[in-house]
């Protein structure tokens, strides 16, 4: 079993406590390593969060998260950051786990094109625009006025696109997901929201947001915080009750996974840490083909990385 999970906050963790050992087999991680690679976690996106509790956002706190990232988590020979195509042949073709940098939150960039380009250069290569709140490109979710992207923001989805940065629609408020549809002209993803249809939480998205994610073939994320699957019953048959839905809209090819592992602070039964994720591929099994659950595991990732990440 290959698994690509699209969003964990390791780095969070790793930030707030920096006497964690990402490779000690007893690390307080819901995603370490020993973990990940008890499940066949290949590829795991690392994203930059800033906690709540920084107020004013820094550039600065986007390069100690990187700091973090490259000297305690990438090693030799063991993990190794993709930020290309050949990367991504490179980790895929060797026993290596691959490690891509994402960031959820904008705030710090400050409108500035020269911070956007230092981040690619330093390996991100996706973006979530907002958190849960407004910030100076764009409105999160549960932002009051509900407004779409800035002036400054629509340049910033097209200076991404002109880079190879991937957007991500995850914590957009519903505004600024159709500006990110009308603006963007590459694919975009949701690499953490459920069904809103199946859970009525403000983070999960509604099936004409899931039509524009498939007609731009992008990839929805399944994400496994429990008050994204289910009100009062989170579990794994609830969890795969989105999969079912997204199937039934002709999205079987662009189904992923977000776990946001290290990122919450409840779990489904079953799937607290990475090296559960052998319950949900045994789950989806009862319902799915090998096929299909390869697919869901990490070939709709995997296809979508192939083709839309930089070629060199």
């Not at 008890?38 to 795991?44: A, F, P, T």
């Not at 002036?151 to 957009?172: E, M, N, Q």
């Not at 602070?265 to 052998?278: C, D, F, M, R, V």
Request: glycine share 8%; proline share 4%; net charge neutral.
């Amino acid at each position: 079993m290959r698994i690509i999970d699209g969003h964990c906050d390791v780095l969070y963790k790793m930030f707030e406590n920096p006497s964690i050992n990402y490779f000690d087999p007893s690390a307080a991680l819901d995603a370490s390593y020993a973990k990940m690679m008890k499940s066949g976690v290949k590829i795991q996106f690392f994203a930059i969060y800033l906690p709540e509790r920084i107020t004013a956002p820094k550039f600065d706190h986007y390069l100690e998260y990187i700091n973090i990232f490259y000297q305690k988590i990438v090693r030799d020979g063991v993990v190794q950051v993709i930020k290309n195509r050949d990367d991504l042949a490179s980790v895929m073709s060797s026993n290596k786990l691959g490690a891509i940098l994402t960031l959820e939150g904008t705030d710090a960039l400050e409108a500035n094109p020269l911070y956007t380009r230092t981040l690619y250069h330093l390996g991100v290569r996706f973006i979530g625009v907002t958190w849960n709140y407004g910030n100076w490109a764009a409105d999160g979710i549960l932002e009051p006025r509900q407004g779409g992207f800035s002036r400054r923001g629509k340049s910033f989805i097209k200076d991404c696109g002109d880079l190879g940065i991937l957007l991500d629609a995850s914590h957009l408020s519903v505004a600024s997901f159709w500006d990110l549809a009308a603006a963007s002209t590459k694919s975009f993803v949701a690499t953490h929201s459920n069904v809103k249809s199946l859970c009525p939480h403000p983070r999960n998205l509604d099936d004409d947001q899931i039509r524009e994610l498939l007609r731009r073939d992008g990839r929805i994320g399944i994400t496994f915080v429990p008050h994204f699957v289910h009100p009062s019953a989170p579990t794994i048959d609830a969890l795969i009750g989105h999969v079912d839905h997204i199937c039934s809209m002709g999205g079987e090819r662009h189904i992923v996974f977000g776990s946001d592992f290290d990122g919450i602070s409840s779990w489904i039964p079953g799937l607290e840490h990475s090296g559960q994720y052998g319950h949900l591929a045994d789950a989806l099994s009862k319902k799915y083909s090998s096929e299909q659950v390869e697919r869901f595991l990490y070939g709709n990732w995997l296809s979508y990385l192939q083709k839309n990440l930089p070629i060199h």
